[in-house]
């Protein structure tokens, strides 16, 4: 609807200006022609009527589009508009957000914002944080003390009391009412607390008292209070040093206080302790001597029982001891007579050996007899073998050998007596000549 209002505008005034352009333009030509004439006077030359019918019908056909706009009233969001008649006054009817008629060149239209204002008294910034001002909203207690107070409110108008704002109210009505009717309610209800109970006790009672007026007030005429905030309280400087020190005061009276409630509770805990644990130690008596008596009882009628059976364990005990004691003299009778055997086989393997080996012996003596012999004989037939003999024996003792071959029997007869002189050779004659021992010894 704007953008309609908007080339409605624009139609209108391109109209009016066609309207415009078209006689400027004929008396334009009209003073060239005359400046011709002035030039050339021999000239005939005819002069344009200036036209005004079409430019005053085209006048006219801008003017239509200029009322059709000027009759459509767009109310923003959040806005509320009041009509005000050129005849008839104010009329009662609110506007709301979004497109209206109205009469052209008669009527007009008052905006009033419908959202949330927030009004602030006493608070100023000092460093960007919030301080109280020197001349905010000064209010005296029921003591005579001058207090400054930070109040904030928070209203808006009453959309169905827009017309009897407009029409009543000087403008703009809440910059002109709420600050003095704020300041009013306030000064008219401080001096019925003192301050003590404005800082504290009754601060909260204080202000719904104040919200409860402001918004009477305030309400008749069309303004809606949503909130009444007391945000800060500036005391004198002088009650401010003294409260503060009747506050230090009141606190340590009431850690003392504290205190000696904890104290009289911890001795009531203390006796009840105690009577506790007294009671704890009688029952615990009464208890150890109920179980001393269960068992007593217990003991007696269990010595019925035991008694006959200590007995019978002392007869099986004396009955394993005999029986131990006879097997134990078996085991040892068994003992001697499996000695006796061993030691009786071990004479026999002894004497078995010694026939073996004196059976080995005689053998061997009669083998090394014979053996003797038959080469006492060979080397009676053959008396080089001693040679041979020899040289197999020294073998790895002896690398060369060499013999004078005229002597026939030299070196026999001498390396044999070399031999039998010396006692590596004579040690391992005897070694040979003893027979082998028996195996396993």
């Known amino acids: 609807m704007l953008a309609l209002k908007l080339l409605l505008t624009v139609a209108g005034g391109l109209l009016i200006a066609a309207a415009l352009a078209i006689p400027l333009y004929t008396l334009f030509l009209r003073i060239q022609t005359m400046c011709k004439r002035t030039t050339d006077p021999d000239s005939v030359v005819e002069l344009e009527p200036i036209p005004w019918r079409g430019p005053v019908a085209l006048a006219l056909a801008g003017c239509l589009p200029f009322l059709i706009a000027g009759s459509i009233v767009v109310v923003p969001s959040g806005m509320g508009g009041v009509r005000v008649s050129h005849i008839d006054g104010t009329l009662p009817r609110t506007l709301y957000s979004g497109v209206h008629f109205i009469n052209p060149l008669v009527d007009s239209v008052q905006m009033f914002d419908l959202r949330d204002h927030m009004f602030t008294a006493g608070l100023g910034q000092e460093g960007g944080k919030p301080a109280m001002q020197k001349a905010g909203l000064d209010v005296q207690s029921r003591e005579g003390l001058t207090i400054g107070l930070g109040v904030t409110v928070r209203y808006r108008f009453d959309p169905s009391k827009l017309s009897s704002v407009e029409a009543h109210l000087p403008q703009p009505a809440d910059k002109e009412l709420v600050p003095p009717v704020v300041a009013s309610a306030w000064r ?221 029997f030299f070196f026999a007869n001498d390396v044999f007596k070399s031999m039998a002189a010396s006692p590596v050779i004579k040690q391992e004659m005897d070694n040979e000549s003893q027979p082998d021992p028996k195996p396993g010894h």
């Open 188 to 408: 008219e209800l401080a001096p019925q607390y003192n301050v003590r109970e404005i800082f504290s006790s009754k601060r909260e009672e204080v202000r719904g008292k104040a919200s409860a007026i402001i918004t009477r007030k305030l309400a008749t005429d069309g303004i809606v209070v949503e909130e009444v905030m007391l945000s800060e309280i500036r005391l004198p400087d002088e009650y401010a040093n003294g409260l503060e020190g009747l506050l230090l005061k009141e606190q340590e009276d009431d850690q003392l206080g504290i205190q000696t409630d904890i104290q009289q509770k911890q001795v009531k805990i203390a006796e009840l302790q105690a009577e506790a644990e007294a009671k704890q130690k009688v029952k615990a008596a009464e208890g150890d001597a109920q179980s001393k008596v269960v068992e007593a009882k217990g003991e007696a009628d269990a010595m019925q029982y035991t008694l006959p059976l200590k007995q019978k364990q002392i007869e099986q005990s004396k009955l394993e001891a005999q029986a131990r004691k006879e097997a134990t003299i078996q085991n040892a009778e068994a003992d001697a007579e499996a000695k006796v055997i061993d030691s009786k086989a071990e004479l026999q393997r002894r004497n078995l050996l010694a026939d073996a080996e004196a059976s080995r012996i005689k053998l061997l003596a009669t083998a090394n007899a014979e053996r003797m012999k038959s080469e006492a004989d060979l080397l009676n037939r053959s008396p080089l073998l001693i040679n041979k003999i020899v040289a197999e024996r020294l073998s790895d003792k002896i690398q060369v050998v060499m013999v004078p071959s005229d002597g026939k």
